[in-house]
């Protein structure tokens, strides 16, 4: 595919203003990237607690000595979310 590839000459000034929060959080460069990889489609962007919660689910089980409560009050979890993260491991 030939021709002058237009997205070089992409400035912060030519981004609409409803993307510029986006420029302004990932670089100019990341945000070109982010064009030709996914330009034109429908992105979903996962919100923190849903992309985090594995981790989380990870560092319970590795961490878990049988105070289910002392777990519960140090993630901010109750202790039935606790029972159940931990029974997943040992199924």
Known sequence: MGGILMLEYLSKDDIPDALKDIVDAIGIDSFKELIKLVGGSNLYIPNESSITKPV?????????????????????????????IIKIKDN
């Open 56 to 84: 989380r689910n990870k560092i319970i089980r590795g961490t878990f000595k049988g105070d289910y409560k002392e777990i519960a009050r140090r993630f901010n979890i109750s202790e039935v979310q606790v029972r159940n």
